[in-house]
């Protein structure tokens, strides 16, 4: 429902549903403009998704971000060449959840495989938090 794409151009809303045969979690960064706490959540969700270990699997990371300073350009593929980059479908505008709005608070959105945004993050929270918000979930969850 938030209007966002993946890289292969397919809607992102496809991905998930009780038939979508793949559907897993994902932690989505949304930032209108990537800047420190922008990099911050970046690293975090990197950084809790190697910590679940053998679920590590079962969560995709992917980010919707409006611009890029240069210096983060040049260092993604490196840092960050796992994480899908989003963009908005065309001729579409982003539908952000409510109380969510990347153009004045980056926040990493949790996504559940039925495509319900659940849960969100900011630079307010830890790694800890998410990791057992996340260890939590993924083990009473019967899909992704």
Known sequence: QMQ???ASGNPLVDRFGP???DA???M???SEQCASECEELLYLA????IALGKNANRVNRSAWL???PDDLSARWSDEYSSMERLSILEGRAPKWPSGINPEHQPRILLVDPFGNVIMHYGTEHTGKDMLKDLK????LSQIG
């Open 136 to 139: 939590h979930l993924l083990k």
């Open 46 to 49: 990197r950084q809790v998704n």
């Open 19 to 21: 038939d979508e045969p």
């Open 28 to 30: 989505v960064v949304v």
């Open 66 to 68: 409006g611009t890029i």
């Open 24 to 26: 897993e979690w994902m």
């Open 4 to 6: 966002l794409q993946g």
